[in-house]
Antibody, heavy 120, light 108 residues
Framework: QVQLQESGPGLVKPSQTLSLTCTVS??????????WSWIRQHPGKGLEWIGY???????YYNPSLKSRVTISVDTSKNQFSLKLSSVTAADTAVYYC????????????WGQGTLVTVSS | QSVLTQPPSASGTPGQRVTISCSGS????????VNWYQQLPGTAPKLLIY???QRPSGVPDRFSGSKSGTSASLAISGLQSEDEADYYC?????????FGTGTKVTVL
């Protein structure tokens, strides 16, 4: 059973960089066939797709966030990470990592999510 | 702001059938398959329907999906109390993966 777990600071100051890591267990990122994704949900709101990374390092970002987002992968640790720069209060959200089946068939495994608050 | 439009709420009594619509465009639903997610209160979303009408293992067959043109629908037959949740449609668009605005289903 694949499991994903987000980790990182729950509080980030405005203008700084938000950094989160997703640790994958029960499956190898290096095996291919999946996009490793980040999604966020503003408090009481809907879901917003941030982007994904393939095990090879290829990335694809939401154009609305592209200038501030970097997703990277560390296959040796079976982890992938999210960096979001120049954050504002509008970036306060629950951030989820998830596995995308890379065939248009959906995000089949999700982490439990982590709340990141942007505040001074 | 989402490009997939859903009704904000839907409700029914136990045993009833509830249908949720998802309206998109030619660049998303019209060109790609639709997935549906269920988000129970305080939990992460769960894949409920993929490829328009396929259920992942473990999803009860009272959940069904369909797609026609630039719209899709999720139906819940035999509504149960544990179905009270938020439901989101989703599809690839020309660029990003887009989610619907979400529908809160209440079991009366």
């Amino acid at each position: 059973q694949v499991q994903l777990q987000e980790s990182g600071p729950g509080l980030v100051k405005p203008s700084q960089t938000l950094s989160l890591t997703c640790t994958v267990s029960g499956g190898s990122i290096s095996s291919g066939g999946y996009y490793w994704s980040w999604i966020r949900q503003h408090p009481g709101k809907g879901l917003e797709w941030i982007g994904y990374i393939y095990y090879s390092g290829s990335t694809y970002y939401n154009p609305s966030l592209k200038s501030r987002v970097t997703i990277s992968v560390d296959t040796s640790k079976n982890q992938f990470s999210l960096k979001l720069s120049s954050v504002t209060a509008a970036d306060t959200a629950v951030y989820y990592c998830a596995r995308d089946r890379a065939t248009g068939t959906g995000l089949d495994y999700w982490g439990q999510g982590t709340l990141v608050t942007v505040s001074s | 702001q989402s490009v997939l439009t859903q009704p904000p709420s839907a409700s029914g009594t136990p045993g009833q059938r509830v249908t949720i619509s998802c309206s998109g465009s030619s660049s998303n639903i019209g060109s790609n398959t639709v997935n549906w997610y269920q988000q129970l209160p305080g939990t992460a979303p769960k894949l409920l329907i993929y490829s328009n009408n396929q259920r992942p293992s473990g999803v009860p067959d009272r959940f069904s999906g369909s797609k026609s043109g630039t719209s899709a629908s999720l139906a819940i037959s035999g509504l149960q109390s544990e179905d009270e949740a938020d439901y989101y449609c989703a599809a690839w668009d020309d660029s990003p993966y887009v989610f619907g605005t979400g529908t809160k289903v209440t079991v009366l």
